[in-house]
């Protein structure tokens, strides 16, 4: 496979990652784009995340594949707004709706931590069939939720209204403990740049408010009525969501099998995406 590479004005300046088209769904919009030509390919992010993670993954996919990305409720450029429902149950029905707003049957998909359970959530209750899932370091099996989370949780008023010089300090420490590798200075401005603003503050606290088990402990039992047989991509070094989550996974999933990613972390998008990304098109493209 070549060698991945960037648009020089996604790496020179993350500002210009821009999602052009937008999806009306509950009265909200949410921002979408669409890259390639050829079997279609959905990509979903996870939390504290958006599509700018994607980047380099959709560069690669994009080769060979319709490449279909967006931004969740409440994060990157989608809507965010005060009392707003960012919760897993409202991102699974999200991207049922998106999947037939596209006009998909049957896509491919790959979900990263959140995204995961997304994804899995829309397989397993909102009814999508995929022809192939990809999960990486995905949220799926409990206990799961951080002490910060916990945290966040029962004072979420007191953190959105810290002063910014102070959230973005902790949102950068935060985003760091998910990767293994050093971040180079435009990914990690990439990905704190929809956090920053007094709207993406509340926003950042109002998704991890959000957050509960309840979502996976409801999904768990029926994991075993997955047919497409996953792939399970897994950094080796994720102190989030450990390996061993992914062992559990693969043997609650028949068929699936977990491919760990050496010297990655939990953001395998920004530690290993050459790595990520063979292991994707070769699963996609078995030939």
């Not at 909200?28 to 504290?48: E, F, I, K, M, W």
Request: glycine fraction near 8%.
């Amino acid at each position: 496979m070549k060698k991945l590479s960037e648009s020089k004005s996604a790496m020179a300046d993350p500002a210009q990652w821009h999602l052009s088209r937008s999806f009306a769904f509950e009265a909200q919009h949410v921002a979408y784009d669409v890259r390639g030509n050829g079997p279609a390919v959905v990509l979903v992010h996870g939390t504290p995340w958006s599509s700018f993670n994607w980047r380099k993954i959709i560069a690669a996919l994009a080769r060979h594949h319709t490449v279909y990305f967006y931004d969740l409720l409440g994060f990157g450029q989608s809507q965010k707004s005060a009392g707003q429902d960012v919760s897993l149950r409202i991102q699974g029905r999200l991207l049922a709706r998106l999947i037939e707003h596209w006009g998909l049957v049957r896509p491919m998909v790959v979900g990263h931590d959140f995204g995961g359970t997304t994804v899995l959530r829309s397989h397993l209750l909102e009814g999508i069939e995929y022809a192939k899932m990809a999960l990486v370091d995905p949220v799926a099996v409990g206990p799961w939720g951080s002490p910060f989370f916990k945290h966040v949780k029962v004072h979420e008023a007191a953190f959105s209204g810290v002063p910014s010089y102070i959230h973005a300090a902790m949102v950068e420490a935060y985003v760091r403990g998910a990767m293994h590798q050093t971040p180079q200075p435009e990914a990690l401005a990439g990905i704190l740049r929809p956090w920053l603003s007094e709207e993406g503050q509340a926003a950042f606290y109002r998704q991890i408010s959000q957050a509960d088990q309840q979502y996976t402990d409801e999904i768990e039992p029926l994991y075993g009525a997955i047919t497409c047989k996953p792939l399970l991509v897994w950094g080796e070094e994720d102190t989030w969501v450990p390996i061993e989550k992914g062992h559990a996974l693969n043997r609650m999933i028949p068929g699936s099998r977990l491919v760990p990613l050496p010297a990655a972390g939990h953001l395998v998008q920004e530690d290993a995406p050459q790595l990520l990304a063979d292991v994707l098109v070769k699963y996609f493209n078995p030939s």
